[in-house]
């Protein structure tokens, strides 16, 4: 489907495979929902940045390559959303992974050209390079710390043409401790489809501070500092009030209310709101699709369900295991 203002949707779910779970659901960490971690800037940001907020101290170091940017934080949805998976589906799972840089370019919804490659090279650098020092807690600690975004990373194995194929990627312990505590929150996939780093940044903090609530209000001046942006009060404001006429953010609306007030509203639908599927059927639906996220298949059935009217159901267990049958060709 095409929608104004967002990016083309450049890769079919049927296409969708990522390491070996299919169609992984996007999954972010509330840490860096919550507080500006990744620069906006689309150029080189070699700026320190110092944020302070109710508590809560972060400093962060650039590498020679420049702070890390919202758009390379795709890699570590990817990784999150990868062991989420595998945690639910009652798998091992260790900080390092082993990713194959096609599946994270399709799951992610970015090119696969020459250039793509050259591209996340560069963000695997600015994550590994970029030092953040905060007191945040993750997992229930707080722990003042110093890390990078990711420990390490290696290209271990090359195409005939010196294109990366598969990488290994150790995640930094802050970042595990809050996989391993569940301590993440669900994206819409459309996340992936916002164009401007200040889109995506303003998605985040609405899923992470609204939610499922009727509303969620912040003056400018606290969005401002809570984005990162670096732009001046007027500026932001003026960019808001674009994304306010755009109408395009996933799950959200944004609304202007007096006193310099920004409102944030669910849409009508979240990705994940339903009926509630029973562990008895998500546990049948696994065995239906060995290898499959259920908890995938489970937040497409919901959206198929919201699309088809909400239809009020005699059986939720019974559509869902439905919906899992014909999905995986099983009459």
């Not at 779910?13 to 659901?25: E, G, H, K, N, Q």
């Not at 003042?144 to 290696?154: A, D, Q």
């Not at 001046?232 to 006193?259: K, Q, S, W």
Request: net charge positive; charged share 25%.
């Amino acid at each position: 489907m095409t929608i104004p203002g967002l990016l083309p949707d450049r890769h079919s779910t049927s296409d969708f495979f990522v390491c070996d779970i299919f169609d992984a659901v996007p999954k972010d960490d509330l840490a860096s929902m919550e507080h500006p971690v990744f620069t906006l800037s689309t150029r080189p940001d070699r700026r320190i940045l110092n944020y302070a907020h109710n508590g809560t101290e972060i400093t962060v170091v650039p590498s020679v390559r420049g702070l890390a940017t919202i758009h390379d934080k795709d890699i570590l949805i990817f990784c999150i959303s990868q062991l989420m998976a595998a945690l639910n589906a009652g798998r091992e799972i260790s900080r390092t992974l082993t990713l194959r840089a096609h599946d994270l370019l399709i799951a992610t919804n970015r090119e696969t050209s020459g250039d793509a490659y050259r591209r996340l090279r560069e963000a695997f650098e600015r994550l590994a390079g970029t030092r953040i020092t905060t007191n945040i807690e993750t997992g229930g600690r707080e722990v003042t710390t110093g890390f990078g975004l990711i420990e390490s990373w290696e290209i271990v194995r090359r195409s005939r043409g010196g294109r990366m194929i598969s990488v290994s990627v150790t995640l930094s312990e802050w970042l595990y401790r809050a996989v391993i505590s569940k301590s993440v929150l669900t994206l819409s996939r459309d996340y992936f489809r916002l164009r401007k780093p200040l889109e995506r940044r303003i998605y985040e903090l609405a899923r992470k501070h609204c939610g499922r609530q009727p509303a969620w209000r912040v003056s400018v001046e606290v969005l401002l500092k809570k984005s990162g942006s670096a732009s001046p009060r007027r500026v932001f404001r003026a960019m808001l009030r674009e994304m306010i006429r755009t109408n395009h953010l996933p799950d959200y609306t944004l609304e202007e209310e007096p006193g310099d007030i920004i409102r944030v509203i669910p849409r009508a639908v979240l990705v994940d709101e339903a009926p509630p599927v029973s562990p008895a059927a998500i546990e049948t639906a696994r065995g239906l699709m060995p290898g499959v996220d259920v908890y995938a298949l489970e937040a497409d059935w919901r959206a198929f369900w919201a699309a088809s009217g909400r239809p009020r159901l005699r059986s939720v267990d019974g559509a869902f295991l439905g919906f899992v049958r014909a999905r995986g060709g099983q009459g």
